[in-house]
């Protein structure tokens, strides 16, 4: 089974658990409370209805005329201000539920923008983060370097710890902030900042949602905006350097196996030497890789040894990428005994690759020196 089909049902059933764990804690922490807060409203609205003498017919009307109101608590929630605010919760997938279209016109328009807006949102999030963590590493390398240290290139810990202290400290700046503006004690609004900045938005604590702050207050509106926008660039930042390299890697292994069926059909041709395309973008490693399997073809036919320790430095560079046909050194004597033509002078069971005659290295792949052989510089097109 490939790798990436394990890592995906890995992933299923880690996900699988972690909900059912999850759904255990919750039902432990929650339920109670929940039955309990159930059974105290039930009994004041008991009182309500024989204080006032309400019908239940009459109490379910109330009801309803109370939950209609409470989105105006805050005033008009669709001016530009409050229109403004539920675009930003619509398109960052907040959704805190505080206010929705009303009419079909507005409802349609709100899926429309959502469908553009979403997707577009995210590609500007993870882009702005990308940018973000190339600046924070650049100012790293440039801060180690100042300070004298050895190495100083910027590692994948440094990184992850700088943004992990980044989304605590956006988060202890909001809940400083909104703690003071809406009146919530320290810990309601850490709460409420991690909620909407990880766009859960489940609405039980909105902010602009007192005393028609919308219309009354525009410098906390317009703090509430920026920090939303804000703080949703450094998480988006944050993940950008850690989920995004987890989401990537079986695009990377697709890629690379692609990479080597191409390598192993091309070997599998006879005369047929495996070639790294000029257009195509390669990194060093993957350069330097492909130029050791070009150098294990050409001399697979020239010394049994060579072609075994070529083979050799494969394996623990690449595993699983010398094809079956290639992978024993009796191909290589084989082919060396059925063409002698090659180099005359040396005798037929002689290998290349002993100390007194070799222009061969015993720690390199290649020839360091063809010069004692010139019937094998045509051999020799990856110099």
Not at 146 to 153: D, F, N
Not at 293 to 318: G, T
Request: positive net charge.
């Amino acid at each position: 089974m490939k790798r990436q089909n394990v890592r995906t049902l890995a992933l299923i059933m880690c996900t699988f658990t972690y909900l059912l764990v999850g759904a255990a804690v919750f039902d432990a922490l929650e339920s109670e409370a929940e039955t309990a807060e159930k059974r105290r409203l039930e009994a004041k609205s008991q009182e309500l209805k024989r204080k006032y003498n309400l019908s239940a017919e009459s109490y379910r009307e109330l009801e309803r005329v109370v939950l209609k109101l409470k989105p105006h608590k805050a005033g008009v929630q669709w001016k530009f201000a409050g229109s403004f605010y539920f675009a930003i919760t619509v398109i960052t997938t907040i959704g805190y539920g505080h206010a929705a279209p009303s009419t079909d016109g507005g409802k349609v328009f709100c899926m429309l923008y959502a469908l553009l807006g979403i997707p577009l949102t995210l590609v500007m999030f993870q882009s702005l983060g990308e940018r973000i963590n190339t600046l924070v590493r650049s100012l790293l390398r440039r801060l180690k370097k100042r300070l004298g240290m050895r190495r100083p290139e910027v590692s994948m810990a440094n990184m992850v710890t700088i943004g992990f202290f980044s989304c605590v400290s956006t988060l202890c700046i909001g809940a400083a902030a909104f703690s003071h503006y809406e009146n919530w004690s320290f810990f309601q609004a850490y709460y409420y900042c991690f909620i909407t900045l990880t766009t859960i938005g489940f609405g039980d604590y909105v902010a602009l949602q007192k005393d028609q702050a919308l219309q009354t207050q525009p410098q906390y509106v317009a703090f509430s905006f920026v920090y939303i926008l804000a703080g949703l660039t450094v998480i988006g930042a944050f993940l950008n350097l850690v989920v995004l390299r987890f989401m990537t890697m079986n695009a990377e292994d697709e890629r690379r196996d692609a990479e080597q069926r191409a390598l192993l059909s091309r070997a599998a041709q006879p005369g047929v030497v495996p070639a790294v395309p000029e257009a195509a973008a390669v990194t060093p490693a993957e350069s330097g890789f492909r130029n050791v399997y070009a150098e294990v073809l050409h001399f697979q036919s020239v010394c049994s040894c060579l072609w075994y320790k070529s083979r050799e430095k494969l394996q623990y560079s690449i595993p699983m990428i010398i094809p079956r046909d290639l992978s024993s050194s009796d191909t290589g004597v084989e082919r060396s005994h059925s063409s002698p033509a090659r180099c005359p002078e040396t005798p037929e069971h002689r290998c290349f690759c002993r100390p007194r005659r070799s222009a061969i290295s015993s720690v390199s792949t290649g020839l360091q020196s063809l010069a004692a052989f010139p019937g094998f510089a045509k051999r020799r097109s990856s110099v």
